[in-house]
């Protein structure tokens, strides 16, 4: 393979069409908050109990210290690799290839969650209005996954307006739900007459700091795709002010969102053993809360929302992977197909394509070979991606940090502690993944992804690709 050059920010002929709405939307949607409030606080529930917005309102500040260090990076190296890009630019074409290749991978990882969750909300959906006779899981998620490749290849601000749309009425009705849920229990119609509020935010004596650390991973994952607009820096219009602005506002609401959602569903649900054991349980957080307290209607609507979360999801995720790849590749072997545009100089389709069928391929491959079922796999690829995306942070904070030291002017360099501080967050995350290890798929899930983060350190040393 030829030569990676030592900036791997170079431009080419994306048409710079996309203004703040659209960045916003590729932003929201890649982040999902619907789908991510469906879904995500289950599983760290049975580490930490009721401190789900504990978790959250922590999960928002590191967050943001990482949101700080894609907006100065942005700001300075605006490019389709995100942080392929960035990190070629300040720590060099090797550490940039590792960053951007765990990134795709995460990405890749990121659209089997949103084509699974498709799958999912739509057969929950299909049981409940025809169950005599519906097609599977599997048949929908092969849907979703259609459509996605279908809106993939549109132009990008068409597809980035779907996005925001899909979205912003998504979480309208999110958090109309949840104040009215929250009116209710502190009127006395919830399931505790006198609802601990503060008993979400302070932790008892039987809660580690490890296992606050281990529930911030799914926090991290709530998060992960705020930074797929990073990967438009050569389609928005004006990259250095607008890409920076989305970044940090879309965390910033977005941490104020999930905090708000998960307070209203741990107090819905209950915070004593019987609730919290419900709460765990859910398939669907929204759906099930709405059905508690406003009947089915209520719940049918916020499924109905989550699938097209989902589909939003699915679709931010495959533009991002698609722009990594695709910017990867135009400095890897510039004579690929996949490193070209369409004949409008919009998107990259075929990468597009060749994204989606990957992330439809590996949905496959846990349903079929290892005979995942339900909702599992939407918990494996979501583990597999925002472990990847941690790598790719780690990269960038650091990158971040570096360039503050370098800067010439020395002003500013107080600021050093916000990437040291997001560093060491991210490190001390991925160990408590690590070790102890867990049972079963998520003791193997951690390696699996290490091995894919050094692929390309081994390609560089068997010289398949020259350093």
């Given at each position: 393979?030829?030569e990676?050059?030592?900036?791997?920010?170079?431009?080419?002929?994306?048409?710079?069409?996309?203004?703040?709405r659209?960045a916003?939307?590729?932003?929201?949607?890649g982040?999902?908050?619907?789908?991510?409030?469906?879904?995500?606080?289950?599983?760290?529930?049975?580490?930490?109990?009721r401190?789900?917005?504990?978790?959250?309102l922590?999960?928002?500040?590191?967050?943001?210290?990482?949101?700080?260090?894609?907006?100065?990076?942005s700001?300075?190296h605006?490019?389709?690799?995100s942080a392929f890009?960035?990190?070629?630019?300040?720590?060099?074409?090797?550490?940039?290839l590792?960053?951007?290749?765990a990134?795709?991978?995460?990405?890749?990882?990121?659209g089997?969650?949103?084509?699974?969750?498709?799958?999912?909300?739509?057969?929950?959906?299909?049981?409940?209005?025809?169950p005599a006779?519906?097609?599977?899981?599997?048949?929908?998620?092969?849907?979703?996954?259609?459509?996605?490749?279908?809106?993939?290849?549109?132009?990008?601000?068409?597809?980035?307006?779907?996005?925001i749309t899909?979205?912003?009425?998504?979480?309208?009705?999110?958090?109309?739900?949840?104040?009215?849920?929250?009116w209710?229990?502190?009127?006395?119609?919830?399931?505790?007459?006198d609802?601990?509020i503060?008993?979400?935010?302070?932790?008892?004596?039987?809660?580690?700091?490890?296992?606050?650390?281990?529930?911030?991973?799914?926090?991290?994952?709530?998060?992960?795709?705020?930074?797929?607009?990073a990967?438009?820096?050569?389609?928005?219009?004006r990259?250095?002010?607008?890409?920076?602005?989305?970044?940090?506002?879309?965390?910033?609401?977005?941490?104020?969102?999930?905090?708000?959602?998960t307070?209203a569903?741990?107090?819905?649900?209950?915070?004593?053993p019987?609730?919290?054991?419900?709460?765990?349980a859910?398939?669907?957080l929204?759906?099930?809360?709405g059905?508690?307290?406003?009947?089915?209607?209520?719940?049918?609507?916020?499924?109905?929302?989550?699938?097209?979360?989902?589909?939003?999801?699915?679709?931010?995720?495959?533009?991002g992977?698609?722009?990594?790849?695709?910017?990867?590749?135009?400095?890897l072997?510039?004579?690929?197909?996949?490193?070209?545009?369409?004949?409008?100089?919009s998107?990259?389709?075929?990468?597009?394509?060749?994204v989606?069928?990957?992330?439809?391929?590996?949905?496959?491959?846990?349903?079929?070979?290892?005979?995942a079922?339900?909702?599992?796999p939407?918990?494996?690829?979501?583990?597999?991606?925002?472990l990847?995306?941690?790598?790719?942070?780690?990269?960038?904070?650091?990158?971040?940090?570096l360039?503050?030291?370098?800067d010439p002017s020395k002003?500013?360099?107080w600021?050093?502690?916000?990437?040291?501080?997001?560093?060491?967050?991210?490190?001390?995350t991925?160990?408590?993944n690590?070790?102890?290890a867990?049972?079963?798929a998520?003791?193997?899930?951690?390696?699996?992804v290490?091995?894919?983060?050094?692929?390309?350190?081994?390609?560089?040393?068997?010289?398949?690709i020259?350093?």
């Amino acid at each position: 393979m030829s030569e990676v050059p030592q900036n791997g920010a170079r431009r080419t002929s994306f048409l710079q069409g996309l203004g703040v709405r659209e960045a916003i939307g590729v932003s929201l949607a890649g982040m999902g908050p619907t789908l991510a409030m469906n879904l995500n606080p289950q599983e760290p529930s049975q580490h930490v109990g009721r401190l789900i917005p504990l978790v959250f309102l922590l999960s928002t500040v590191l967050v943001i210290m990482v949101a700080w260090c894609f907006a100065r990076l942005s700001r300075l190296h605006p490019n389709a690799g995100s942080a392929f890009g960035f990190v070629s630019a300040v720590m060099g074409p090797r550490a940039g290839l590792v960053a951007g290749w765990a990134l795709l991978g995460s990405y890749l990882c990121f659209g089997m969650v949103g084509i699974s969750g498709f799958g999912l909300f739509r057969g929950d959906l299909a049981a409940k209005f025809h169950p005599a006779h519906h097609p599977s899981v599997f048949f929908f998620t092969l849907v979703g996954a259609l459509l996605v490749a279908v809106l993939s290849v549109t132009v990008a601000r068409l597809a980035a307006l779907a996005l925001i749309t899909l979205e912003g009425v998504a979480v309208a009705v999110m958090l109309a739900l949840s104040a009215a849920v929250i009116w209710q229990v502190l009127h006395g119609h919830g399931p505790q007459g006198d609802p601990p509020i503060r008993d979400l935010f302070i932790p008892s004596s039987g809660i580690s700091p490890s296992a606050i650390t281990l529930a911030l991973s799914f926090g991290f994952l709530s998060f992960a795709g705020f930074e797929m607009v990073a990967t438009m820096g050569e389609e928005v219009r004006r990259p250095t002010f607008t890409i920076p602005m989305v970044l940090l506002g879309t965390v910033i609401g977005g941490g104020v969102v999930y905090t708000f959602v998960t307070t209203a569903e741990v107090l819905g649900f209950g915070t004593d053993p019987v609730g919290m054991a419900r709460f765990a349980a859910s398939h669907s957080l929204l759906g099930d809360l709405g059905c508690m307290y406003f009947g089915r209607w209520c719940g049918d609507l916020l499924d109905i929302l989550a699938t097209f979360s989902a589909l939003g999801c699915g679709l931010a995720s495959v533009m991002g992977a698609s722009r990594v790849l695709f910017a990867m590749l135009r400095e890897l072997a510039p004579s690929s197909r996949l490193a070209r545009l369409s004949a409008g100089g919009s998107s990259p389709v075929l990468a597009s394509l060749c994204v989606i069928g990957v992330a439809f391929a590996g949905y496959a491959t846990m349903r079929l070979v290892f005979h995942a079922s339900g909702s599992v796999p939407f918990f494996w690829a979501s583990t597999l991606g925002v472990l990847g995306l941690l790598v790719a942070y780690l990269l960038v904070v650091l990158s971040a940090g570096l360039s503050l030291l370098r800067d010439p002017s020395k002003e500013g360099q107080w600021q050093v502690m916000i990437p040291a501080i997001a560093a060491l967050s991210i490190g001390y995350t991925l160990w408590v993944n690590v070790y102890p290890a867990q049972q079963g798929a998520y003791g193997v899930i951690p390696w699996i992804v290490l091995g894919w983060c050094l692929l390309p350190v081994f390609l560089m040393g068997a010289g398949m690709i020259r350093r």
